[in-house]
């Protein structure tokens, strides 16, 4: 087994993503942004001790050499897996979102260069954000880990979501860039999630910290989202749990290295989620916005996008849960943080 430096492990990916390390055997260190942070994650696996589960604090991944120190193990790191990056549309500069990413990725790379010898891979979470062409997807285009996003730096500043999209993609080509110009001695796989779904598996003290993609479920059993259902917008979908798995599987299998991978299950809807929850959960009907003039179709008119998920099928072996899965689970999960919302 591996031990595996793990970054941003207090986030809701990579919450799911060292669960998969330690079911399978690995050890585990974590980086998080404070102690606190870090003692949670100790306190909820207390079977085990510190040579299978630690955490380093890293406060600021944007900061020059910020990793140094935490790629530095005893026993060595033999993997590295980079999840920690910022997601969220809150941006007033695109820089906000672009400098860190790309530094983030970028610095923990020299670092395992310069101070971490034994690691044979790493692991970094991009985005189907990094393969997706907004500017002319459509019917009839399937998307592949052969795709890049073509967005520029000017575009970036268009609005936020072109900010994170700009963040993912010049994130994951400037460590491939890294890759191919300094030739270390360990090399890279990188997943390409769409939207990522299913249950948290972190401790949040309320649902006001929950991660953006789940929002829109919260919204929805809670009644938020009662008067219009928003438009879907990202068409492709993952279960975190998959995901996580995919992770895992980069490092576990010798064949993952020098490949991207684009962990898509299948096409999902905004439409198609309240319908579930309506089916799955029917206490919370009358919380769901209903009718045509509330829930946009579920595909746009000219159709929607393609994927080809043959790679991570192939030489990951990864099977895909399906949506109704995915949001039971999801939904489950949050009424565990705040069982109050079944009395709204």
Not at 45 to 72: C, G, M
Not at 81 to 88: D, G, L, R
Not at 143 to 169: F, G, L, M, V
Request: charged share 20%.
């Amino acid at each position: 087994m591996s031990r595996v430096l793990l970054t941003g492990g207090s986030g809701f990916i990579a919450t799911h993503v060292l669960e998969t390390l330690l079911a399978r055997g690995h050890s585990v260190v974590t980086t998080v942004r404070s102690q606190q942070k870090g003692q949670a994650i100790l306190e909820a696996h207390p079977e085990l001790q510190k040579d299978r589960l630690n955490y380093v604090i890293v406060e600021d991944i944007s900061q020059a050499n910020a990793f140094d120190k935490a790629v530095v193990s005893k026993p060595p790191f033999d993997a590295v897996i980079h999840t920690a990056s910022p997601y969220h549309f809150n941006a007033k500069d695109a820089k906000e979102l672009l400098e860190p990413a790309v530094i983030g990725t970028t610095g923990i790379l020299k670092s395992v260069q310069q101070y971490a010898p034994s690691v044979k891979r790493v692991i970094v979470t991009s985005s189907f954000a990094a393969i997706n062409n907004i500017y002319t997807q459509g019917k009839g285009k399937i998307y592949s880990e052969a795709d890049w996003c073509p967005i520029t730096e000017e575009q970036a500043n268009d609005n936020p979501a072109n900010a994170y999209r700009a963040s993912k993609t010049f994130a994951e080509r400037a460590a491939w860039n890294f890759i191919d110009t300094e030739k270390p001695s360990f090399d890279l796989a990188v997943i390409n999630p769409p939207l990522v779904l299913g249950p948290i598996a972190h401790n949040l003290a309320s649902l006001s910290a929950l991660n953006t993609s789940n929002q829109r479920i919260r919204d929805f059993i809670t009644g938020a989202a009662k008067d219009r259902c928003p438009p879907t917008g990202n068409y492709g979908y993952v279960d975190v749990r998959d995901l996580a798995l995919a992770h895992v599987l980069a490092i576990e299998k010798p064949e993952a290295g020098g490949k991207r991978f684009f962990t898509v299950s299948t096409h999902f809807s905004n439409k198609a989620i309240v319908e579930i929850i309506a089916e799955e959960f029917p206490e919370f009907k009358d919380r769901l916005p209903s009718g045509d003039g509330l829930i946009p179709g579920d595909y746009p008119a000219d159709g929607v996008y393609g994927f080809d998920n043959s790679r991570s099928r192939g030489v990951l072996g990864l099977e895909f849960r399906n949506l109704k899965e995915s949001i039971v689970d999801a939904v489950h999960s949050l009424l565990a943080v705040e069982p109050e919302i079944a009395n709204i």
